[in-house]
C-alpha cells in the first residue's frame, strides 16, 4: 500500500499531537484523519464546486 505524506509546521503538529493524546486517538495520523473525515463530510453532498465554495466560506476556510 502507498502511503501520502502532508507536511505541516512544527506548532502545528505539536497541537495535532496534544490533541491526539487528550482524545484517546491512537496516533496523530488517526487524529488528522478523523478531523478531515467529519469536515469533508459538510462539502460532500454540494451539487457544484461553486456550492462548495460558498460552504467553505460559510464555515470560515474562504475569506
Known amino acids: 500500500m502507498f502511503k501520502n505524506t502532508i507536511k505541516l509546521n512544527k506548532d502545528l503538529m505539536a497541537r495535532v499531537r496534544r490533541c491526539s493524546e487528550a482524545a484517546g486517538y491512537s496516533s496523530p495520523e488517526e487524529f488528522v484523519e478523523h478531523v478531515l473525515e467529519r469536515e469533508l463530510a459538510k462539502l460532500e453532498d454540494a451539487a457544484s464546486d461553486?456550492?462548495?465554495?460558498?460552504?467553505?466560506?460559510?464555515?470560515?476556510?474562504?475569506?
Do not use: N, R, S
Open 50 to 63: 461553486e456550492e462548495i465554495v460558498k460552504k467553505l466560506k460559510g464555515l470560515g476556510y474562504l475569506d
